[in-house]
């Protein structure tokens, strides 16, 4: 493991410290824009040599994170990292995990400036250089841990379950893991997941979509979901010869640790859930993933895995709750286990237990 590791830290640090460095495919290029504009406003204030090398796949940054600690996995020059800075707040904290000291380098640079850009007294911000298959080593406790988030850096893991076992531990129950990564039609042959560059370009450690359901339900996740699904670009075509007919996409996962209140298919209570507006950037409705949107103040019959992602999370004093579980009505009418695999259909279910 230790060997594949060193290998994509040596493809990262090339690309940062060499002027003529850069990705060989459009993969990480697309987290660097679409921001909502209370987003866009944050990054704006970020020092352009952050951004000038992050690579990243999409932009996993859930809403409403005052006073949350967050910890991002593989943060690299701290793109991410600055802007959940601000979002948590002064009285928040955003840990930063990466195994490549010359990322980290340009990431530590600019901590105290970032602190001062944003009006804080000091900076709530920590940056931790390690393996993130093992973050109890660096000190990270269990259940510590309100949002974990990542930015197409799961991929490049040679162990994905210590991964996940590791983020299910650090989180609070009620905890949420918020990702973006590139995902696989189908399991990646050996031939590609060894070769050092298509690793590097986040495409040789692509997770198969139905494994990583299998993955997630394996270590404590029955129910996770989709928040979006696009075709990932990569623009070479001597990579895309390589690659053949594997498609691959750009997804953004929500994953609440819940463990007592989620199951393993949606199941009928009869609950209602309203959303009551509040959160900035969801002024009038809030998505809870690519099937739910709440619109404020109109009820939505919902299932319990859903009400619970709601009522039993920092959400909850967003949301009025009709109903329980005391009584039981068999299966939520619509609702099925195969996430789906198309990246187009709209309408079907596409996570490990969804309401569609």
Same mark, same amino acid.
Request: overall charge negative.
């Given at each position: ?9 040596? %493809? ?5 410290? =060499? ?5 060989? &495919? ?15 406003? @944050? ?13 990243? /796949? ?33 009285? $928040? ?18 901590? #105290? ?5 944003? $009006?804080?007294?000091?900076? =709530? ?14 000190? @990270? ?25 590791? @983020? ?16 696989? #039609? ?17 495409? $040789? ?5 139905? #494994? ?7 270590? !404590?996740?029955?129910?996770?979901? %989709?928040?979006?699904? &696009? ?11 390589? @690659? ?32 009551? !507006? ?45 109903? =329980? ?10 609702? $099925? ?11 079907? /279910? ?7």
């Amino acid at each position: 493991m230790s060997d594949v590791r060193k290998e994509v830290k040596d %493809y990262y640090s090339n690309i940062t410290v =060499n002027e003529e460095g850069k990705m060989k &495919t459009s993969i990480c290029s697309c987290a660097l824009e679409n921001f909502p504009p209370h987003i866009q406003e @944050i990054r704006n204030q970020i020092d352009p040599e952050i951004i000038t090398h992050f690579y990243g /796949c999409g932009s996993p940054i859930p809403l409403e994170l005052t006073g949350c600690t967050v910890l991002d996995l593989g943060c690299g020059t701290g793109l991410d990292v600055y802007t959940l800075s601000k979002l948590v707040g002064e009285k $928040g904290k955003v840990i930063g995990v990466d195994m490549n000291e010359d990322q980290l380098a340009i990431a530590e640079k600019h901590r #105290d400036s970032m602190a001062e850009k944003f $009006g804080f007294s000091k900076s =709530n911000v920590e940056f931790k250089k390690g393996f993130i298959e093992d973050l109890k080593s660096l000190g @990270i406790e269990d259940g510590s841990v309100d949002v974990v988030v990542s930015n197409c850096v799961i991929n490049l893991s040679p162990n994905k379950e210590d991964v996940f076992k590791e @983020i299910w531990r650090v989180l609070k129950n009620g905890g949420e893991l918020y990702f973006s990564d590139i995902f696989a #039609d189908r399991r990646v042959p050996e031939d590609i997941s060894n070769n050092k560059i298509l690793r590097g370009e986040c495409l $040789g450690g692509a997770m198969y979509i139905e #494994d990583f359901r299998r993955l997630l339900n394996k270590v !404590g996740w029955k129910d996770f979901r %989709y928040m979006s699904s &696009t075709p990932a670009p990569i623009n070479n075509f001597e990579i895309e010869r390589l @690659i053949g007919n594997i498609k691959f996409s750009s997804r953004t996962v929500r994953a609440f640790k819940l463990p007592d209140l989620i199951e393993d298919i949606c199941e009928q209570y009869g609950q209602f859930a309203i959303y009551n !507006g509040g959160i900035i950037g969801s002024e009038f409705s809030l998505k809870l993933d690519d099937h739910h949107t709440f619109e404020k103040g109109l009820p939505m019959s919902v299932c319990g895995n859903t009400c619970a992602m709601v009522e039993n999370t920092r959400f909850s004093k967003y949301f009025t709750i009709y109903g =329980n579980r005391d009584v039981h009505y068999g299966p939520f009418e619509g609702c $099925g286990t195969s996430p789906s695999i198309s990246q187009d259909d709209e309408g079907s /279910c596409s996570g490990g237990s969804c309401c569609c």
